[in-house]
């Protein structure tokens, strides 16, 4: 895996001021300064929130995001219902299943789609660079359509395993759409404004879990019905091939990649809402041309050269905690995690279930307001702070609580799960995706947010996968672990993780050089003096 380095053929964007063509021309780039890319700060400022934007950026997270947090909870609230189909349905084939074996199949059964989603996530480059973000996502509908159909049939044709195929199938979406979303977002979306619309997945993500929880428990909650609330998932596609098709392709691609220089100033002026967008494109090209004269980046070199040992750690670090912390895997297991509380009271649990979609909704809907005011940094300490704080409580009032009526430590842990659902959407699961593609410049990045977004994916299904057992063999006490995990989540937060709000890569870039004067060359033969920096965790 590695990014090729160029040298030749540098592309360069002109104008001519009497025709109004653009056009690209080969050669060295050139020693004179463009007025446009001057007044670049200046002709930024005038740039609002168009309807465009706004309207891609959510059609686009409504169908890998919305989607991404349909299926994550889908199975919650019908869990036992479908637990009898795979009972009937083995029974019939193969002969009667153990307890045991319908515990593993049901968390296999749950966890396969992070790995239709790891998968998937390797699929995602070659899909956007070949066809583009806007035709590649259009493409990829056909995926979870054919998981719809899956779920759809299998209970007409009496069979498990087409729910387990169409797990693998609709991770396999998944896994495309949530690494190409955010990158079409980020492509589209002016620099002021990439916080707040960065934050559009997360909310279509809590979106999609409130759809699922509120047709699981109020509408398709039945018997004959059940299979109907799985295949519901492809009507998020169908919407997309209606809703996506007027949007422009990203500007980028189309500069960079597809050579349509004329199309990615049309897509710039939709966007951006202003009519010069030369400036913009200088921008393109000028990143476009340092991107080209870095090394080429293998597997190899990332792991061995010393500038990118930190912000590798720091990725796979905060992508983990978004599945380690427990809290995506509750939604999974909810049903279980709630039986805790009310253990005789189906009702009871159903309503709390669909609380947990609310809390999420509320404070992903927050977070677009915040974000680029806090800052990344300030809201992924405070939140694994507050996060392991509440999953002690949780622990102290489970105990405490009476399972046979409700008490004040029956709602103590109710509202501190509740509260850990914000904290993770204001942090964990919302930061995390939108720091780690800025710690990096274009060189290493699409290696190391691909490694990143695998190292997510793989721990959704070793904690998804063993949840269950955990919760049956340390019950309550389950969350002083995942307190353990938070407490070191947020120390390594406070000393390693720096702020990336409203800086370039270069000066994020420039925070990882630490103590002490080395060169890229020592490492990697590239000339690049680096100059001692102090405390990343500080700046």
């Known amino acids: 895996m590695e990014i090729p380095k160029h040298t030749e053929n540098v592309v360069n964007y002109t104008e001519d001021k009497t025709t109004d063509t653009v056009g690209f021309h080969n050669g060295p780039e050139s020693d004179k300064t463009d007025d446009s890319r001057l007044d670049a700060s200046t002709s930024e400022t ?21 989607q991404c947090g349909y299926n994550v909870t889908v199975l919650a609230a019908p869990t036992k219902t479908i637990q009898e189909f795979y009972n009937q349905s083995h029974t019939g084939k193969y002969g009667q299943i153990s307890d045991t074996t319908m515990d593993w199949l049901w968390a296999t059964t749950v966890a396969l789609f992070a790995v239709g989603g790891a998968f998937g996530a390797l699929a995602a480059p070659p899909i956007c660079d070949i066809l ?4 590649g996502l259009l493409l990829v509908n056909v995926f979870s359509i054919s998981g719809a159909l899956m ?5 007409f044709a ?15 979406y998944c896994g495309i759409t949530m690494a190409a979303v955010p990158l079409f977002i980020s492509e589209i979306s002016p620099k002021k404004y990439r916080g707040a619309l960065g934050c559009a997945p997360k909310f279509l993500l809590s979106i ?38 007027p949007c422009p392709d990203s500007p980028r691609w189309l500069l960079i990649t597809a050579k349509k220089p004329t199309a990615a100033k049309k897509a710039l002026q939709t966007y951006y ?4 967008v030369t400036w913009a494109m200088e921008e393109i090209l000028h990143e476009h041309k340092e991107e080209m004269k870095e090394e080429r980046v293998t597997l190899k070199s990332l792991f061995s050269n010393k500038l990118y040992r930190q912000p590798l750690l720091i990725s796979f670090t905060v992508m983990s905690s978004v599945q380690l912390c427990g809290l995506p895997a509750l939604y999974q297991y909810a049903i279980y995690v709630f039986g805790m509380i009310w253990p005789n009271d189906t009702k009871t649990i159903n309503y709390a279930i669909l609380g947990t979609g609310l809390a999420e909704a509320v404070s992903s809907f927050t977070n ?43 709602y103590v842990s109710l509202i501190c799960i509740y509260c850990s659902i914000v904290a993770f959407s204001l942090g964990p699961g919302n930061v995390s995706y939108i720091l780690t593609p800025e710690l990096w410049t274009q060189g ?64 994020i870039v420039a925070q990882f050089r630490l103590r002490g004067k080395y060169t890229e060359k020592d490492n990697h033969g590239v000339t690049d003096d680096k100059t001692e920096m102090g405390d990343v965790g500080q700046n």
């Open 158 to 172: 009496n069979s498990f395993e087409l729910v387990v195929m169409g797990r693998i199938v609709i991770g396999f």
């Open 208 to 245: 999609g879990i409130l759809m699922s929880q509120g047709l699981g428990i109020f509408v398709l909650n039945t018997d004959d019905t059940w299979h109907y609330l799985l295949a519901v998932t492809g009507l998020f596609s169908v919407i997309h091939l209606i809703m996506f098709p």
């Open 132 to 135: 583009g973000r806007k035709y």
């Open 444 to 507: 290493p990045r699409p290696l190391a947010v691909g490694l990143a977004v695998q190292v997510q994916w793989w721990s959704n299904f070793l904690v998804t996968l063993i949840f269950p057992f955990l919760q049956t063999a340390m019950d309550a006490y389950m969350f002083l672990l995942f307190m353990a995990i938070m407490v070191y989540y947020t120390v390594f937060v406070y000393f390693l993780v720096p702020e990336t709000k409203m800086k370039s890569f270069e000066e």
């Open 46 to 66: 005038q740039i609002k929130m168009t309807f465009w934007v706004v309207y891609a950026a959510l059609t686009t997270a409504m169908v890998g995001f919305g």
């Open 273 to 276: 809402g202003v009519d010069d």
């Open 368 to 410: 677009i307001f915040i974000i680029d005011r806090v800052g990344r940094r300030p809201l992924l300490l405070y939140t694994c702070a507050c996060m392991a704080v509440l999953n002690g409580i949780i622990t102290l009032s489970l105990n405490l609580s009476n399972p046979n009526h409700a008490d004040g430590w029956t």
């Open 151 to 155: 779920f759809g049939g299998s209970k």
